[in-house]
């Protein structure tokens, strides 16, 4: 594989969405990238190799250097919680801080709506958060980020525990989401699912990114 800076610009004629310069910490290489408006780019590589560092950083979730932008604003002029509001970390495993499903979720038929193109049963929505099962709890966490209608998705590894009738529906509902004029950045180990879904793509190695060329 060529080796190649993972500076690249979004192909687009338009302004970035997201710009990331230098952005890098103990364990991640200096990462610039451009994302456009309706855009997926997405990262593959083995477990460990980074690939949730990169998007802890752009969420300023974990100390670390350089600068991010979204829609030229820097993120060093932004509040944490106003960065995070539309630049969306959604992790693998989501959190949750009440014992039932519907607490997490301001508006309930925006929330069964979402659930219902995930293949979501709305009986779901009413469910105590210990009888879903991971695939279940990992859709949920899905429809609540796509809640906060992101400017910018990031997305850790959004089909890991799903079956195949279900990930098309996850691959489907992002497919809409990038119609709408967000973008997505993927994490995903999968790279059928990342070639499906990105236009481009990098492979992550001990913290280290370097472009997947085709």
Same mark, same amino acid.
């Given at each position: 594989?060529?080796?190649?800076?993972?500076?690249?610009?979004?192909?687009? /004629?338009?302004? $970035?969405?997201?710009?990331?310069?230098?952005?890098?910490?103990?364990?991640? %290489?200096?990462?610039?990238?451009?994302?456009?408006?309706?855009?997926?780019?997405?990262?593959?590589?083995?477990?460990?190799? #980074?690939?949730?560092?990169?998007?802890?950083?752009?969420?300023?979730?974990? $100390?670390?250097? #350089? !600068?991010? !932008?979204?829609?030229?604003? +820097?993120?060093?002029?932004? +509040?944490?919680?106003?960065?995070?509001?539309?630049?969306?970390?959604?992790?693998?495993?989501?959190?949750?801080? /009440? /014992? *039932?499903?519907? %607490? *997490?979720? &301001?508006?309930?038929? #925006?929330?069964? %709506?979402?659930?219902?193109?995930?293949?979501?049963?709305? @009986?779901?929505?009413?469910?105590?958060? *210990?009888?879903?099962?991971?695939?279940?709890?990992?859709?949920?966490?899905?429809?609540? @980020?796509?809640?906060?209608? $992101?400017?910018?998705?990031?997305?850790?590894?959004?089909?890991? @525990?799903?079956?195949? #009738?279900?990930?098309?529906?996850?691959?489907?509902?992002?497919?809409?989401?990038?119609?709408?004029? &967000? &973008?997505?950045?993927?994490?995903? *180990?999968? $790279?059928?699912? %990342?070639?499906?879904?990105?236009?481009?793509?990098?492979?992550?190695?001990?913290?280290?990114?370097?472009?997947?060329?085709?």
């Amino acid at each position: 594989m060529q080796s190649a800076p993972a500076s690249l610009k979004a192909i687009s /004629d338009a302004p $970035p969405l997201l710009r990331l310069r230098g952005l890098y910490s103990e364990r991640l %290489a200096p990462v610039s990238l451009d994302l456009a408006a309706g855009e997926c780019a997405a990262v593959v590589g083995a477990s460990g190799s #980074g690939k949730s560092l990169l998007l802890r950083q752009i969420a300023d979730l974990d $100390p670390g250097h #350089g !600068e991010a !932008e979204l829609d030229g604003r +820097r993120r060093s002029a932004m +509040r944490g919680f106003e960065w995070r509001r539309l630049v969306v970390y959604c992790q693998a495993e989501a959190g949750w801080w /009440d /014992d *039932h499903v519907s %607490a *997490h979720y &301001a508006d309930r038929a #925006g929330a069964i %709506a979402i659930m219902a193109r995930l293949g979501l049963a709305e @009986a779901k929505f009413e469910s105590p958060v *210990h009888e879903l099962s991971t695939g279940e709890r990992q859709r949920m966490g899905l429809v609540r @980020a796509l809640m906060q209608n $992101p400017r910018v998705l990031l997305l850790d590894e959004p089909t890991a @525990a799903l079956d195949q #009738g279900a990930t098309a529906l996850v691959e489907a509902e992002l497919s809409r989401v990038l119609a709408a004029g &967000a &973008a997505i950045l993927l994490v995903t *180990h999968s $790279p059928e699912q %990342a070639e499906r879904l990105a236009r481009r793509r990098w492979r992550m190695t001990q913290g280290r990114m370097e472009p997947l060329w085709t």
